[in-house]
């Protein structure tokens, strides 16, 4: 009887992880096969990329990459890009932290206008802004070069720095800051010390919508800059107009830095005290 | 330092940023939306939402809203919870799991395209098991509810990754001695869930529904790829004001619109989503 | 003395190419033609190479082309020499916005496009650069279900039908393809081919019987056109994957199919209907914005862009044809052959019924292809009665062209002011 009870709770233990395992799995494979197919018609011959039925194993013709990589100054648009991207990152961090930090730890009139404005920001596509900011770069003398680029996709970038590092600020207790204090911290060490570490997987959160963001954009970008072009802007606003296999290539070529980015910051993704030292 | 003046004085930075570079081109861009040459009008707003396409792209944009951000909340959720129970390969599946995010619109729009359309990856792969013995045509006028389908499809590929990220991080916030004492108790891991995982996480909960729900309202890449002619949403039309028509007022005008809709959810969501005082943790 | 003259001509002359050299930083060309990146790469690498000094090319998707533009001429200062673009793009700037350009003294082999290129004024506000057409194109393995009787080179609107009636019987799908995506030519189909075909005229005629009749034999056609054609804007790309084995498109939108496999697919002219066989051009025109901040340079550039081994090199690289007398060399690109057999073939057909670009419309360029569109959406994928739904739309266009007070341009009769909608 009892063994029975003890045989069933281990094979529903056991079918539980079978579960568990089987649904991570098919999680991940939902992720990867489109990106598979991304990788297949980007390593295929042009004929391959029209025909039917597609093959489903890369056949390693290196055609279409090799076109990109004989295309003149793409060495010097992915230094623009991720001299931008950087920029963008850090400078969304910069005057976004002060402000999360004012939110979550003091009520102040205006708050909630505050609150609007940053919302507001996210709202509103850059593609219709993009005329009077270019006329002002103009005239100010930003106008192509990668501090102006970098300043307009920090407005679209601080949004997310905010709200996300807001609202896992205020998942940390206030007394927690507190006990520091008594400890002899001022505000600004018992920030560093005890509560930087808390929020570290927020900020690289918003470090990584702040990279892909402005890693992404090609709106603004191609309006802004003539000579230092972007990546995106200088491969992916002719792609769509381009041939199936080069729009499938240069697609990739575009994915690729942006994941490696992702890939070396992933694991400050996770908090310091919770899950990590279970 | 004067505590009353210090929130002022950190919030400054960012105002005056968002000032110069947001409010004051949105402040010339929204003027265009109330003039037409002569004065303050509507006219542009009578212009928009009498043209025949406009209430059918703003169902649309709706409905593709409430089909998709509560299956991307829940699967988000999903993953969050079983990627922070994870020991070994945690890192790798996370990762994983947050790929999508790296992925530009048109990649995305190139990718869910080759997967959907005749001579595409699907068929290829149904005929090869045999399930349909000539490629079918999803992505065309005449099913409608296919066209949607994949767009909800590629939709949710596309963006679950970046509530995933942030529900990553809120769940690693909740002290794991709140779970060690459910355990004593013998709770259930769904009652573990609902009591301490789902209350917890409210602040994380309520930024990422903000921010996905302002994005499913600006969708149009993705959208226009898969839906072509046939699933006009409200950004396109802004687009087709702006850039076909030239008609920057209307265009404002539509972007306008788009704007009262996101705030509204957004109260909306803050709303039902509050955070009590004091009681967070 | 004479030697004293030579040595300061000397240094004057050199002098002068120094200053001219140094004046020449490179001109920015910023086009909305030419955007795949494969003719963007030949643009830079075979046409403007021999240009002498460096030329900047930059292709842009048309709205950031001209959100740029509008910035630096807002700004009052700006960066691009010259501009590449449609006759529509051009017709929707301000004239002052662009520089006079009659005493280049260039102008193309084509009244029309000289006209058309003046923009309703009395100076040269671009120059005529490159032009194209559209046309229909074939899979070979399509041929064998031409109707009996039938010449593919002198096909009409009922053939056509009946043609792909047949290819949809014998294959069990519909293979018609049609550019029907929001970024695909289809209005160009409806202003260019089937209104003049059936009608013609475009804008007298809009809402006429012959209209209804029109629209119907569209339908039909519709009716054997593939369903997904309201995702398709490039139909290279339904040639290749053989989706379609019918289609209608623009030249360079079809030049890849025939690049790639010259030997399975054929050119042809488009379909004639009661009214002649009706087809448009594509012109697209070089100009001077007012803010170029090299003026010499930006019209060297566009002097060189109109020499006859230039305007072959830009046929090469674009599948664009010039716009001047020039003898064609025998080694050209397969899909250059065919669209221009095809193009040649319907302008000397005896039943051409040429149309022009729509002129006088102003920034109203937009609005008038989308009465075309929306005509198309509401009667064909959404099934509207055809009367009513011109009927409702002839307001619009009506409105339009009261506005702009554009007279009519062929196939509709001349008028005295604004083209009426009868």
């Given at each position: 009887m009892t063994d029975t009870v003890l045989v069933d709770a281990a094979n529903t233990r056991k079918w539980g992880r079978y579960l568990y395992i089987s649904s991570v799995v098919l999680l991940c494979a939902w992720v990867l096969v489109p990106i598979y197919f991304l990788m297949v018609n980007t390593l295929s011959s042009p004929e391959t990329v029209n025909s039917f039925p597609k093959t489903l194993v890369p056949e390693f013709d290196l055609g279409s990459l090799t076109f990109f990589a004989g295309f003149a100054g793409m060495l010097t648009a992915l230094k623009n890009s991720v001299l931008v991207a950087g920029m963008t990152m850090v400078m969304s961090i910069l005057i976004g932290a002060p402000a999360v930090y004012a939110l979550s730890r003091f009520e102040f009139r205006g708050k909630s206008t505050f609150r609007l404005l940053i919302l507001l920001t996210r709202a509103f596509p850059l593609p219709l802004l993009a005329l009077p900011l270019a006329v002002m770069f103009i005239r100010t003398g930003l106008d192509d070069t990668a501090f102006g680029l970098a300043l307009v996709h920090t407005t679209l970038a601080v949004p997310f720095a905010v709200l996300i590092t807001f609202s896992l600020f205020s998942g940390i207790p206030i007394e927690l800051e507190e006990a520091a204090w008594t400890l002899g911290c001022t505000r600004l060490t018992a920030f560093t010390m005890v509560v930087l570490p808390l929020i570290m997987p927020g900020i690289t959160a918003s470090a990584i919508f702040a990279f892909v963001i402005s890693w992404n954009e090609v709106f603004a970008a191609a309006v802004l800059t003539i000579e230092n072009r972007t990546l995106t802007a200088f491969l992916l606003q002719n792609l769509d107009t381009s041939p199936l296999h080069l729009k499938f290539a240069g697609g990739f070529i575009l994915v690729v830095p942006a994941l490696i980015f992702i890939f070396a910051v992933r694991k400050y993704l996770f908090a310091m005290w919770g899950i990590a030292n279970r | 330092m004067n505590a009353r003046y210090l929130p002022y004085i950190l919030i400054l930075p960012v105002t005056l940023f968002l000032c110069v570079f947001f409010l004051y081109p949105f402040v010339l861009v929204a003027q265009q939306a109330f003039t037409t040459g002569s004065g303050f009008t509507f006219d542009n707003f009578r212009e928009i939402t009498s043209h025949w396409k406009f209430p059918i792209s703003l169902t649309n944009t709706l409905l593709l809203a409430a089909a998709v951000v509560p299956v991307q909340l829940a699967l988000a959720l999903l993953m969050a919870t079983m990627v922070s129970r994870m020991g070994k390969g945690r890192d790798l599946v996370l990762y994983i799991w947050t790929i999508p995010l790296g992925i530009s619109d048109l990649a995305a729009e190139l990718i869910w395209l080759a997967i959907f359309e005749q001579s595409g990856f699907l068929n290829t792969m149904m005929s090869g098991l045999g399930v349909i013995d000539k490629p079918v045509?999803?992505?065309?006028?005449?099913?409608p509810g296919v066209v949607f389908l994949a767009i909800a499809l590629a939709e949710i590929w596309r963006a679950t990754a970046i509530m995933l990220v942030i529900l990553v991080a809120g769940i690693g916030l909740i002290p794991k001695e709140y779970y060690e004492a459910a355990d004593v108790f013998g709770a259930s891991k769904w009652k573990q869930f609902t009591r301490i995982t789902l209350p917890m996480l409210r602040p994380s909960l309520q930024t990422a529904l903000v921010l996905r729900v302002i994005l499913a309202f600006e969708i149009f890449a993705v959208v226009a790829a898969l839906?072509?002619?046939l699933f006009p949403v409200l950004m396109g039309e802004t687009y087709t004001y702006q850039f076909d028509l030239l008609n920057s007022g209307a265009a404002a005008a539509m972007v306008l619109v788009i704007l009262a809709i996101s705030i509204g959810f957004t109260l909306i969501i803050l709303r039902i989503l509050r955070v009590p005082k004091g009681a967070s943790i | 003395m004479t030697l004293f003259t030579k040595v300061i001509g000397a240094a004057t002359g050199a002098a002068l190419t120094c200053t001219a050299f140094a004046a020449q930083a490179d001109v920015l060309f910023g086009s909305t033609q030419a955007n795949p990146v494969e003719e963007q790469q030949e643009m830079r690498e075979q046409v403007l190479s021999g240009f002498g000094s460096p030329v900047d090319y930059q292709s842009n998707d048309g709205g950031a082309w001209l959100t740029r533009l509008n910035a630096e001429l807002q700004a009052g200062s700006g960066s691009i020499g010259a501009l590449g673009a449609l006759h529509g793009d051009f017709s929707a700037?301000?004239?002052?916005d662009l520089v006079d350009l009659t005493d280049l003294g260039l102008s193309s082999n084509s009244e029309k496009f000289n006209t058309l290129a003046k923009l309703g004024t009395d100076q040269m506000q671009y120059v005529p650069w490159m032009q194209a057409s559209y046309i229909m194109a074939a899979n070979k393995q399509a041929l064998q279900y031409l109707p009996v009787g039938a010449d593919i080179d002198a096909l009409t609107y009922d053939q056509l039908i009946q043609w792909t009636a047949n290819v949809q019987e014998a294959t069990g799908e519909p293979k018609f393809g049609f550019?029907?995506?929001?970024?695909?030519?289809k209005h160009r189909f409806f202003q260019g081919y089937l209104y003049p075909s059936y009608t013609n005229g475009v804008v007298r005629t809009f809402a006429s019987d012959e209209a209804v009749v029109a629209w119907e034999k569209f339908r039909e056609l519709w009716s054997h056109t593939n369903p997904g054609s309201t995702n398709f804007s490039f139909m290279q790309e339904q040639l290749l994957s053989g989706d379609a084995w019918i289609v209608f498109d623009h030249t360079s939108r079809l030049a890849q199919a025939f690049n790639d496999r010259p030997d399975d697919f054929v050119a042809f002219p488009a379909p004639a209907g009661p009214t002649g066989r009706g087809f448009m051009p594509v012109l697209a025109g070089i100009a001077i914005p007012r803010t170029a901040p090299d003026m010499d340079a930006a019209k060297a550039l566009v002097t060189y862009l109109l020499k006859p081994e230039t305007q072959i090199a830009t046929l090469r690289a674009t599948n664009f044809f010039p716009v001047i007398d020039v003898a064609l060399?025998?080694?050209?690109?397969p899909s250059v052959k065919a669209a221009g057999a095809a193009v040649a073939k319907m302008s000397a057909s005896a039943d051409a019924n040429p149309g022009l670009l729509p002129a006088g419309l102003g920034d109203k360029g937009g609005d008038f292809s989308r009465v075309y569109v929306d005509t198309f959406e509401r009667i064909i994928l959404a099934g509207q009665d055809i009367r009513t739904v011109l009927d409702d739309q002839k307001v619009v266009l009506d409105g339009i062209m009261k506005e702009t007070g554009a007279r009519c341009w062929a196939p509709d009769a001349p008028s005295e002011g604004a083209c009426p909608v009868e």
């Open positions: - | 045509n999803f992505l065309s006028y005449e099913h839906g072509g002619t | 700037m301000n004239p002052d550019p029907a995506s929001p970024k695909g030519l060399p025998d080694d050209l690109p």
